[in-house]
């Protein structure tokens, strides 16, 4: 049972939600406001305690001003913390609860994915929801949208000028022009108008934008726009890793997985492997897909670059010059290394023929495969599904040149916080700095524990040794389980919170996962060699970008994988560099090289 949970969410949670950042969670606040760090003496953005902006959107003229005096009847967080030199908060700040006693109630928009395991009363129906509606004050309306109509119900909303409140995923569905128009047009609210309201988010930026410049670029359209809030996540990871058959390595003598740092290491184990394991038959121990390896830097990340054969698609910037994995003299000495093992045979010659979702036979399951890519909420599965009996995977940390080598590239997708949940807000809002409050107690110690598990008793209680468990009915109900943490608990892709991505791994053996994360990851990095996420291009670049990327992409692919394969010998790879030049490489470099600088200058 515990695998088939764990499978579920390899295949659509892992991948979008462990690749996110960081967080500071304190799962034993008490909801009372214990964060506030000198009450009222707030010294950054006093000027947005006003309602400036929102003369003409419907607002009350005191929304903003609500929890300024010692009679009202808000607990809002604006004057109450302080802020550092540039204006964010230096603690995270929990709310003295309820947020009102005003008794306002606000709708909506927003979905549900598996609408059939809701009760009769929709979202309103569910405890934890209703809970939080007691703590806080705050009463929703829910207007659940099947998600397949989610667009065309949200164009009819707009066009009738009907949108409601709170508006999950607002800005994907807004197709009227940039986010500014929208605020500009009076759809969409300006949450930097109301930035003293969100102290938790504006801190988790700084948190989590120190080494990150993505994350600020992400939530700021300009120095005085924030037009969405983006969903986070708590724990920094990549999505997958490699994996080693430690019973092989045991039977041969050769130590330990998580010994194996170095691609000499990793050699040794895989030629062992190889000629020593097995005398029945010829197996190929080493994974390889028909895309390379598969997952972004995966195994060559210590050449500062992913073997990826399908396209041109990942950019680097080494000292401030943009280049493309597969084009740089660091590709040249990947390439060299595992077309050597490809001769030498560690990997399949049908490699090829791995397709990613495709249905395949690597020998993972036939004892024939013995350096497996996986994520781990997968690796249970992939042992009990194994012939042998005695299948033992183990996670190995990111394969390095050397031991003390600093990784820069390829591992951006495990700083990223972000979920893909959005959340805007109507302009029309009768009380936008009360909305803004309550979404931001979603990224308050307290209130992201909450909303990333509902009270006790229904999704989780605790064990015999104290330890937070799922129950029975998260863990066996008919939904599945990341479903049913959906609807009772923050949906990721949804609700925009701070959710406390490893809640699906509360359960006995889910400590095992959490280690895997653990080896996959470097606390220590840097990105220097990153592509900023963020960078964006004009029209005119990315015109031109299509354009070229088509006739470039055929030769490269005709070209990369023959590299591997020794179809073509390395020998060759300055007149492949020379081919790709004329192909239009560099105007695609030059294109990326312009977008990038200006993005720095904005931001860096």
Not at 290 to 318: C, H, K, W
Not at 364 to 381: I, V
Not at 395 to 410: A, F, H, L, N, W
Not at 459 to 481: I, K, P, V
């Amino acid at each position: 049972m515990k695998r088939t949970i764990a499978l579920i969410l390899s295949v659509m949670l892992v991948l979008a939600l462990f690749a996110g950042c960081g967080g500071n969670t304190n799962t034993g606040s008490t909801g009372t406001n214990t964060g506030k760090t000198d009450a009222g003496t707030n010294t950054g953005k006093t000027d947005t305690n006003t309602d400036k902006g929102n003369t003409d959107s419907g607002s009350t003229g005191t929304d903003a001003e609500a929890g300024t005096d010692a009679d009202s009847p808000y607990n809002l967080a604006a004057g109450k913390y302080e802020v550092d030199e540039n204006g964010y908060p230096y603690t995270r700040y929990e709310y003295e609860l309820p947020l009102t006693t005003a008794d306002e109630v606000f709708t909506k928009w927003t979905t549900c994915y598996t609408p059939q395991y809701l009760p009769e009363e929709g979202f309103a129906g569910i405890e934890t929801w209703m809970q939080l509606a007691e703590m806080t004050g705050v009463h929703i309306e829910y207007d659940i949208i099947a998600a397949a109509n989610r667009d065309q119900n949200f164009s009819v909303l707009l066009a009738s000028d009907d949108l409601d409140d709170i508006l999950d995923n607002g800005n994907v569905y807004y197709k009227g022009g940039t986010m500014k128009d929208a605020i500009a047009d009076g759809y969409f609210a300006n949450f930097y108008d109301y930035i003293d309201y969100l102290p938790n988010y504006m801190y988790m930026i700084k948190y989590y934008g120190e080494n990150n410049i993505n994350v600020r670029a992400r939530v700021f359209y300009d120095d005085t726009t924030i037009p969405a809030l983006y969903g986070m996540v708590t724990k920094p990871c990549a999505a997958q890793g490699y994996f080693l058959r430690q019973d092989w390595m045991d039977k041969l003598g050769l130590g330990n997985a998580i010994d194996v740092k170095t691609y000499d290491q990793l050699h040794e184990v895989l030629t062992a492997m190889k000629v020593g394991y097995r005398d029945d038959k010829e197996i190929f121990p080493l994974f390889i897909n028909n895309n390379g390896e598969v997952y972004q830097a995966a195994l060559f990340g210590g050449y500062d670059t992913t073997i990826y054969t399908s396209s041109l698609m990942y950019p680097r910037v080494v000292d401030g010059v943009v280049d493309f994995c597969g084009v740089t003299e660091d590709d040249r000495a990947a390439m060299t290394l595992l077309s050597t093992w490809y001769s030498e045979r560690l990997i399949s010659p049908q490699f090829q023929s791995f397709v990613a979702g495709g249905d395949y036979d690597c020998g993972a399951y036939t004892d024939e495969l013995g350096c497996h890519l996986l994520t781990p909420s997968s690796w249970d599965n992939a042992e009990a599904m194994s012939e042998n009996p005695d299948t033992d995977w183990e996670p190995i940390p990111r394969t390095k040149k050397t031991e003390d080598q600093v990784m820069k590239y390829g591992f951006a997708k495990a700083r990223d916080c972000f979920s893909y949940s959005s959340v805007c807000i109507n302009a029309n809002c009768s009380n936008i700095a009360l909305v803004t409050s309550w979404i931001d107690f979603g990224f308050s110690e307290f209130g992201s524990d909450y909303v990333s598990y509902g009270p006790q008793g229904i999704l989780w209680d605790y064990d015999e040794n104290g330890q937070r468990m799922l129950t029975d009915f998260a863990l066996n109900h008919e939904a599945g389980t990341s479903w049913i943490l959906f609807i009772y608990g923050t949906n990721g892709f949804v609700d925009c919170a701070l959710m406390d991505n490893t809640r699906d791994l509360s359960y006995p053996g889910g400590e095992r996962c959490l280690y895997a994360y653990d080896v996959f990851n470097l606390p220590d990095y840097k990105g220097e060699y990153d592509w900023p996420s963020a960078v964006s291009f004009t029209d005119e670049e990315r015109e031109e970008n299509s354009s070229v990327t088509t006739d470039l992409n055929t030769y490269f692919t005709e070209n990369y994988t023959a590299f591997m394969t020794g179809d073509r010998p390395m020998s060759t790879w300055d007149e492949y560099i020379e081919g790709m030049y004329s192909f239009g490489y560099e105007t695609l470099r030059e294109n990326y090289q312009a977008a990038y600088e200006r993005f720095m200058a904005k931001y860096a």
